[in-house]
């Protein structure tokens, strides 16, 4: 049974940084691609970044390309995803999705979700 729990939410001023967690458990990861993304209030869940759980390219949505990086640590099973310059329109929770077979941009390829953690930018 595959688990993810996201961490590392909270309120920060815009232009600050934080660093969210996502701790995968319940199998091997090494083919699988890691993906994050954020869902506002009355919007729909958008792609920020996504990497191959054993390495190579990442990808980005370009509204946030150059401020966040998406990384991994396989020794802790943990993906991260670093944001620096928060803006208030970064406000909205943020979940991390694992699916088999690499990575993807689109949410609903994605098979697993974790429970999400909110992010809240002030202005």
């Known amino acids: 049974q595959v688990q993810l729990v996201e961490s590392g939410g909270g309120l920060v001023q815009a232009g600050g940084s934080l660093r969210l967690s996502c701790a995968a458990s319940?199998?091997?990861?090494?083919?699988?691609?890691m993906g994050w993304f954020r869902q506002a209030p009355g919007k729909e869940r958008e792609f920020l970044a996504a990497?191959?759980?054993?390495?190579?390219?990442?990808y980005y949505a370009q509204s946030v390309k150059g401020r966040f990086t998406i990384s991994r640590d396989n020794a802790k099973n943990t993906v991260y995803l670093q944001m620096n310059s928060l803006k208030p329109e970064d406000t909205a929770i943020y979940y991390c999705?694992?699916?088999?077979?690499?990575?993807?941009?689109?949410?609903?390829?994605?098979?697993?979700w974790g429970q999400g953690t909110q992010v809240t930018v002030s202005s």
């Open positions: 319940g199998r091997t990861f090494s083919n699988y691609g």
């Open positions: 990497i191959r759980w054993s390495g190579g390219i990442a």
């Open positions: 999705g694992a699916r088999p077979n690499g990575p993807a941009t689109v949410w609903y390829h994605y098979n697993y």
